[in-house]
């Protein structure tokens, strides 16, 4: 399969790859202030390998439930799977799986990603999953591929795609299929693209406007006179 190119240039997602994803946030706050309320996940997820570096790609949506079997006959099931797959090797790259499980207040019941779906994700060019559905076989999993889920468990059940591309909602996420994602083991928040080449020099400005602040946190001499000026110091920086 060929490789997807990018819609942004690669140096912008080298870029941002570099950067946490709180850090992110932070830019965004400053770049596009309107998504201070929006676009990030908002609830905890499980990450079983918080030491892989921020990820940034495009999102491939889907929907899944386990708590009942698909009322699709065999072979048509077996379709929607593979034309979920041609979806996901489809289009720009590098991609973020972003799967939401419908199954509601049982989430999570059965795991759609383990071993064999890490595997083949990673294959068709996907960087990671965010999903509030289980995953498993963390031993078994892709080397490489990162995982934020809503949980851990040992069974698939009768798990299975009941829909993709289309808009999702994930640990409080809100994404839409091509989306910009960048997600580490803090979480996840969906880009503008508009705004993208902006975020590095952004994230910069933040950290020189902690770094005032942080020195008098981290001195033993620390006292209230010092944190005003810092903090008035601080706001002067631009």
């Known amino acids: 399969m060929t490789k997807p190119e990018p819609l942004l240039p690669e140096s912008v997602l ?3 790859r570099r950067i946490d994803t709180p850090t992110i946030c ?3 706050e400053l770049v596009a202030p309107e998504r201070r309320l929006i676009g990030y996940t908002t609830r905890p997820l499980v990450c079983p390998f918080p030491d892989l570096p921020p990820i940034v790609g495009y999102a491939r949506t889907a929907t899944i439930r386990a708590t009942t079997a698909s009322g699709l006959p065999a072979a048509e099931q077996k379709k929607r799977r593979l034309d979920y797959y041609e979806y996901v090797g489809s289009g720009p790259g590098p991609q973020i799986s972003v799967i939401q499980d419908i199954d509601g ?3 999570g019941y059965g795991a759609f990603w383990g ?4 595997a083949i994700h990673k294959a068709l060019g996907c960087l990671g999953v965010i999903t509030d559905g289980s995953i498993r076989d963390i031993p078994q999993w892709a080397e490489g591929f990162q995982a934020l889920a809503g949980s851990l468990g040992p069974s698939h059940a009768h798990v299975h795609v009941t829909d993709f591309g289309k808009e999702v909602r994930v640990a409080g996420m809100t994404v839409a299929s091509g989306d910009l994602i960048h997600a580490d083991s803090h979480g996840a928040v969906v880009i503008p693209p508009d705004v993208a080449a902006k975020l590095p020099e952004a994230a910069e400005l933040c950290a020189r ?7 008098v946190a981290r ?3 620390f006292s209230m006179a010092k944190l005003r000026d810092a903090m008035a110091k601080a706001a002067e920086i631009h």
């Open 14 to 16: 080298e870029a941002l």
């Open 26 to 28: 932070n830019a965004l």
């Open 105 to 107: 207040p049982d989430a």
């Open 115 to 118: 071993e064999v779906n890490s």
């Open 209 to 215: 406007r902690e770094e005032p602040i942080l020195a």
């Open 219 to 221: 001195d033993p001499g």
